[in-house]
């Protein structure tokens, strides 16, 4: 008896005990749920810097696009964190490193083939989740590396809807390339369809240092070919680049064959190209299809002022991407953030886009277009879609 006693004089103390407490003290609501660290690195100063700032933007807008303007996944907020690498390989690696030692296990982005070549395998080595952005090298993704994916294009990509160029069968096609990673894997990308089919390939590398093309543009013009592949990513030298292709005559004998840059290039273009039967390929311009999301884009960016680039697409596939990631992962375990991405397909800015699972190449369409001029001003036009991009 004395023993149950004291139990129920203990349960006497304890509800005594609770009632003292003051009045204006509560018990404490259920932990708020921790943030979701996001790591951006990318070029906003330097030669990519335009194709930095696209994707940025479109990034911003993706993520509260595709979590319906609440910045939130699992019920946990997305804080972003935005570093400048200048394109420099050195800078990102820092910056990697600073991310995950705050705990980020999602980083996206850089324009800079350099610099995700650099950042796929510190990827690895972490277990982070790395997704490219513009960068086009294409040993950037590859079976042996689950950690990167990507959400632009390969070079190889790129140059798909070249493939059936005719005649090429014994004809010279100069490979005029920068002496870089982006140079290298378009003049590989050229070599893989080309030289089956019997075209004749010949490189020019220019360094990245260069200010004056006209030894090389004159050395173009020398090599009398009937194509001229020119792969470019430095928007601060391209004009200069190609107006020395132009005077020392190249365009005259021989047809241009490049990749469509970002908007501001269009009148340089359409201005080099005329009467020169340009064949340009392009991953994406503004309005070159239309989907819901590209609908949706379009009518915030007039609000808002902005404008739509090369790279637009890739900062909104890299925020589906993200989202998709933490699908059911409130945790951010990378594993279950890599199996939610192998075979992902959704509709993006231009079309179906789909995670190869195999290498995590993102298969998509691509286009040859045209500039023509409107007004003014030059426009590209769209010759033709080429579906479901897989090289």
Do not use: C
Not at 147 to 175: C, E, H, M, W
Not at 202 to 222: Q, S
Not at 302 to 327: C, E, H, P, R, Y
């Amino acid at each position: 008896m004395r023993k149950h006693h004291g139990i129920f004089r203990g349960g006497v103390a304890a509800l005594a005990l609770a009632l003292v407490v003051p009045a204006g003290f509560s018990a404490p609501a259920q932990a708020a749920k921790a943030d979701t660290k996001i790591g951006v690195i990318t070029s906003n100063s330097g030669p990519l810097k335009s194709y930095g700032d696209a994707y940025n933007d479109a990034l911003e807008w993706g993520l509260s696009y595709y979590t319906g303007g609440t910045m939130k996944v699992n019920g946990s907020k997305l804080v972003v964190t935005k570093k400048d690498d200048g394109a420099d390989p050195a800078a990102a690696t820092a910056f990697f490193k600073e991310m995950v030692g705050n705990g980020t296990k999602i980083i996206v982005g850089t324009a800079s083939s350099g610099v995700a070549l650099t950042l796929g395998p510190l990827a690895q080595q972490n277990k982070v989740l790395y997704i490219s952005g513009p960068a086009k090298n294409d040993a950037v993704t590859s079976a042996a590396n689950k950690y990167v994916f990507r959400s632009g294009n390969t070079s190889l990509q790129d140059f798909a809807p070249l493939s059936n160029i005719k005649p090429i069968s014994g004809k010279k096609v100069i490979l005029f390339v920068e002496d870089n990673a982006f140079g290298a894997g378009n003049s590989g990308a050229a070599k893989l369809f080309l030289a089956p089919k019997g075209a004749i390939l010949e490189d020019i590398k220019v360094p990245t240092t260069a200010t004056d093309f006209t030894p090389f543009a004159k050395k173009a013009a020398d090599a009398n070919g009937a194509y001229i592949f020119v792969a470019w990513s430095n928007a601060l030298t391209a004009g200069a680049m190609f107006t020395a292709l132009r005077q020392q005559g190249v365009f005259a004998k021989t047809r241009p064959i490049t990749g469509l840059a970002g908007v501001g290039s269009y009148d340089i273009y359409g201005t080099i190209f005329d009467g020169a039967s340009a064949i340009l390929t392009n991953s994406y311009f503004p309005g070159v299809v239309k989907t819901p999301t590209s609908i949706a884009l379009a009518k915030d960016y007039a609000k808002t002022g902005k404008s739509q680039d090369l790279f637009t697409s890739d900062g909104v596939n890299a925020a589906k991407m993200i989202v998709q990631a933490l699908k059911g992962n409130p945790g951010v375990d990378v594993d279950t953030a890599i199996k939610n991405l192998e075979g992902f397909t959704f509709i993006g800015l231009k079309g179906i886009m789909k995670v190869r699972a195999s290498d995590h190449v993102l298969i998509q369409p691509m286009f040859i277009v045209k500039l023509v001029k409107d007004g003014a001003r030059y426009k590209p036009v769209l010759v033709s879609t080429l579906r479901n991009v897989a090289h």
